[in-house]
């Protein structure tokens, strides 16, 4: 399914694509422009292009819509944007009214983003937790929710809702967001405040934006935040399809991006990351498109650990750890199975005096046994919290007879 359809299954009330035009291609508030230029390289997926406000000066402007700039008991307005540099504060990434009512999101000190509701003499506001970085896309997502429901306000970045607000509480205090005039991305063509106190803003430099939408009667979950909105748009910073793909990023630094690494496979497949690490800010490690499982192995200090999953599959993450099993008469066999199955992971037919090996698979089922001892059997021990030692007793069977 296209990201636009996964868009409009939300029920959006309105979508500005952004892509060649500015027109809504769900509602009919279609944007007028003034300077913005329709040919910048996409910031999401199923565009081709992004609109991009090129000038301090430049704007789009939609006409007033009752579900996005009226007197509401819940909001959300979300989209992708892209910086080509840092912003000299402060810049007006979009609002929606003047003096008095507001909701706007404003890029501040240092390209932190803020999301500003003034609602008569209330002031709410969310500071980002982290710096937008040049270059690098991301998925923005403001949210309201009136006294009678949710009771709060949140900015989302890439699906994760950021902490620092004001009030502390997040609880917005109200029941409805009072009437607002019409939105507008880039450059505001009326009086400008924040915080309910002038404050001289104009449009960002060379800012791009992709598949703004718009929602007024109803919210969303944070599920759908992340995995509809996010995870879906979400561009990769490269795609693999096999463990060749995925050998050729032996040894490296996978940088901040929202997508650092697509597995584009259908079926379930297993795949060895040698020593391939993560940037801290990376929003997602790894992508895996197909409907099977895909077992991720994190040898040699690769990190991967948070995945994603559009079409319902499921990753595996597995960091291998050493299986000791000891101690042991010499000569004993062990053996180690994946748990609940037959199929040998690690063994050997006849031991030192300890057992011990890389184990690739969450849990296993240990077998040790030897002629005239008691037979051995330990289900289902978990590898997934590093190495582990199993101590052995093994004792002599009194009632074994050699056939």
């Not at 540099?85 to 009512?101: D, F, H, M, T």
Request: include cysteine; charge should be negative; aromatic fraction near 8%.
């Amino acid at each position: 399914m296209a990201y636009r359809d996964d868009i409009t299954a939300l029920g959006a009330d309105h979508l500005w694509r952004f892509d060649g035009d500015l027109n809504d291609s769900v509602g009919t508030t279609n944007g007028t422009n003034t300077g913005f230029s329709l040919t910048a390289g996409p910031c999401c997926e199923d565009a081709t292009n992004a609109a991009q406000c090129n000038t301090t000066a430049d704007r789009v402007a939609i006409p007033t819509a009752p579900n996005v700039d009226g007197a509401l008991t819940r909001k959300v307005i979300a989209g992708w944007l892209r910086m080509s540099a840092v912003q000299l504060p402060p810049k007006s990434i979009y609002r929606e009214g003047a003096a008095g009512n507001q909701f706007n999101l404003t890029m501040w000190a240092g390209n932190t983003l803020m999301l500003d509701i003034v609602n008569g003499s209330t002031v709410l506001q969310v500071y980002s937790d982290k710096i937008l970085q040049p270059g690098r896309n991301y998925h923005i997502c403001a949210v309201f929710e009136g006294s009678g429901f949710g009771n709060k306000f949140a900015l989302y970045i890439d699906g994760v809702e950021q902490q620092v607000t004001n009030p502390s509480s997040a609880v917005s205090g109200f029941a409805t967001l009072g009437a607002r005039t019409a939105g507008e991305w880039g450059d505001p063509s009326g009086a400008t405040e924040v915080g309910n106190a002038t404050v001289l803003l104009n449009g960002p430099v060379n800012a791009n934006y992709n598949f703004w939408a718009a929602w007024g009667a109803d919210t969303l979950t944070d599920t759908e935040i992340r995995e509809e909105l996010f995870e879906k748009g979400a561009l990769p910073d490269v795609t693999i399809t096999n463990q060749a793909g995925l050998d050729a990023l032996a040894d490296t630094v996978r940088g901040d991006a929202p997508l650092a690494i697509r597995v584009d496979v259908a079926g379930s497949l297993t795949l060895t990351a040698d020593n391939v690490t993560f940037d801290p800010d990376a929003s997602i490690h790894v992508q895996y498109t197909g409907t099977g499982t895909l077992t991720w192995i994190n040898t040699n200090g690769a990190n991967a650990s948070i995945g994603s999953t559009p079409n319902g599959g499921t990753i595996n993450f597995i960091t291998p750890s050493v299986l000791t099993v000891a101690p042991l008469i010499a000569n004993t066999e062990v053996r180690v199975y994946e748990s609940g199955t037959t199929t040998e992971v690690a063994g050997v037919e006849s031991s030192g005096t300890s057992f011990q090996n890389s184990i690739s698979v969450n849990s296993v089922d240990v077998v040790v046994h030897k002629e005239d001892y008691v037979y051995i059997r330990v289900n289902n021990v978990d590898m997934t919290g590093g190495d582990v030692s199993l101590p052995i007793e093994q004792i002599f069977d009194r009632n074994y007879e050699n056939p």
